[in-house]
C-alpha cells in the first residue's frame, strides 16, 4: 500500500476528518479554491487558508453520460453551497445516477474516495458530497437509504 | 443621425460541415457576401476585424486579406470564445464611433470538424501524481469533481434555474429544442431542417440531464459577415443602399462580475443581465417592444434562462414563458426563428455575426420563408464562456 495524496491541493486529508480548504481573502472574505494573484472582489492582495464547511446543499446538478473515453460515467456533477459560505463543485457519490434520486436543495455530507493509483502505487483521493441522512434514514442499510428517501415530486423541480 | 453606426450589408453561408472548404474559402465568401451586399468593395473599409477561435496561429485577418484584397489597413484578429464574433463586430462598431474609419468590416469564420468530447488527462509512459495548476491538481477532474464540459455546465446552469423556479424542468428544456428545430425548418441557411416531436426531443439520447443530443448544439463550420458604416457616410451613399440599411441601437459588450463560486460554476445570468439592460437604455427599446430576438441557446437550458435574463418574460416565468408558446414565431416575442444554435448550428466565431445577419435579414423584409412580418426591432445576444456577453440592439430606420 502505498501513499495517498489528495487530487486538488483544496482538499485537506493529513488533519484527522477531511475537509476542503478556501484561499479567502483577508480583506472581504471572499473565497477561491485556487491560488489567485489578488481578490476578483476587491482587489486585495492577502489571503489565508480558510477551512470550510463538509456539509451543505445542492444548488444545482446535472448527470453526465457521454464523456471521454477516459470519464466513467454516468455521474453526477453538482454545485454545492457550503453551510458558512463558499460553492463548490463536485460530484454526488452514494446515489443512483437517475434525477428521481436528486433533489434540488437537499442536504449533503463531505465524502472521499480514491479516484485513481499512480505507477508508485499513490493513491489519489477526491472528494465528493453523499447526501446527509437524518437519524431516522441512517438505518442498517447506510447510505443507499440516503438516495430513496427524499425522492423529488417531479423531475428537475423542488417544488 | 449622423453619429449612428448602421449595418450596410450582411451575408453569411449555410452553416455545416464542409470539408471541401478551408478557413479562409468560408472567410472570404462570407466578406465578399457582405461587401457585395453593401454595394461596396475593400477600397470602402477601413477597419477589418475577424473573429476565429480555433486557428492554432492566428493572424487569419491578415490572411483573409491576401484573399479579398490587401489595402494596408488595421485588422484586429479577435478570439472571445462564442462572443468571438460580436465582439469583432463590436471592434469594428467602436472604430466607427471614434471616428476613426467611416467604413468598416466585421467577419466570423470557423471550422470545427467533426464532435470530439476528448480533454481527458490520460498520459503515456510511468505516471506518477505531481501537482499541477492553480488547484494543485494531480489529475483531470472531469468526472472526479463534477464536469467542465459544456453539455453539463449549461445544465447546472438551467437546473439552477429550475431549482429557484416551479414549473420549470426536463419538458420545459425540450421545449425549447422543440422549437428550434422546428424554426429551422424554414431556414435553408441552418446546419439542420428537420421538425422534431417533444417526444423525440425528450427521447433522444441524453447527453447531460437535462440535455439530451437534440437538445445540444451540433459542431459545424461557417461563416458570416457585415458592413458597418457610420451616419455620416451613409448619408452620402445611393438611396437603394441607404434603404436597406439597418441601425445598431446598442452595442454592448460585458464580463462577468465576481460571484460567490464562479470559479467552479460560470454564472451566465449576471452579465447577461447587465448587457440587456444597457442595450435596452442605449437603444431606448423595452423588452417588449422587440419583434424578434436570436439567443445564445448553446443548449436548450441556456434558452430557457435566457428569456428571464433578457426580460422577454415575467421574473421567474421562463417556465411559462415557452410552456404558453411565448417565443414561438407566431409567439408574444419570437425567439431564434433561424433555428438558433440547436438547429441553425454553432460555428462558434461565426455565430455573433450570424444571429446579427438574421436580424438585419428580417427588418429588411428579406427573410423569405421564415420572415417575421413587420419587424421593427430585433435583438441579438451571445454569450462566451469565460465568460464575455454581447448584445446588439437592431433596428429599421430611415437613413
Known sequence: ????????????????????????????????????NACARCFGASFERRRMASTGTVRSYTIVYRAAPEVHVPFVSAIVELDGGGVLKANIRDVEPVPEAIRLGMPVVLTTFVAGTDDDGTEAVAFGYSPARTARE?????????????????????? | MADDVWILGASMIKFGRLPDKDLLDISSEAALGALADAGASMADIEILAVGNQFEP????????????????????NVTNACATGASALRIVSMAIKAGEAEMGLAVGAEKMGKARLGGGGATAGKAVYERHGRSGAVMSTEGVLGTDFMPGVFAQAGMEYAHHHDGVGFEQFARVAEKNHAHSSLNPLAQYQKVFSLDEVMGSPMMSYPNTLLMCCPTGDGSAAVVVVSGEKLETLDPDVRRRAVKVSASVLTTDPWVDGGHQQPDVNTLTRNAADKAYEQAGVDPQDLDLVELHDCFATAELVHYDNLRLCEPGGAGDFIDSRGPWRDGRIPVNVSGGLISKGHPIAATGVANVYEIVTHLRGEAGDRQIEGATVGLAHVIGLGSTCAVHILEKAVA
Do not use: H, W
Not at chain 1, 9 to 30: R, W
Not at chain 2, 57 to 74: F, R, S
Open chain 1, 1 to 36: 500500500m502505498g501513499e495517498r495524496i489528495s487530487v486538488v491541493d483544496y482538499l485537506v486529508l493529513e488533519d484527522g476528518d477531511p475537509y476542503v480548504v478556501a484561499n479567502a481573502c483577508s480583506g472581504c472574505g471572499a473565497t477561491y479554491f485556487e491560488r489567485r
Open chain 1, 138 to 159: 441512517a438505518g442498517p442499510e447506510g447510505v443507499a437509504s440516503g438516495a430513496r428517501a427524499p425522492v423529488a415530486q417531479e423531475q428537475g423541480n423542488d417544488g
Open chain 2, 57 to 76: 496561429l492566428g493572424g487569419v485577418g491578415q490572411q483573409l486579406q491576401k484573399q479579398i484584397g490587401q489595402t494596408g489597413i488595421p485588422v484586429y
